[in-house]
């Protein structure tokens, strides 16, 4: 059990469904694990946060945040891997 998945007194702080999704990210992005890991735990960024709760919704697929068509989301704005685009002079 990772130190992020416990409390100071050494309880588990994740929920079912947090350990659920937790299992979920280790098969299929190991890499993304961190974000999901800081989140649950409370101790992530704004943006890590943003990025956790985007590749949570879009089934851990990048492309699929990047090119999130759910504009009425109050996140869609923040969410993160868009292209940064440079204005025109």
Known sequence: MN?????????????LQQE?????????APSKLRVFLR???????KSQAIKAKCL????????EVRNCPAAGCPLHAYRPYQ???????
């Open 39 to 45: 989140a649950y735990a409370g101790v992530a960024s």
């Open 3 to 15: 130190d992020l998945e416990k409390n100071a007194a050494g309880e588990r702080i994740l929920t």
């Open 56 to 63: 949570d919704c879009s089934n851990l697929v990048v492309d």
């Open 83 to 89: 292209k940064k685009t440079t204005p025109l002079p």
């Open 20 to 28: 659920g999704i937790l299992a979920g990210v280790k098969r299929a």
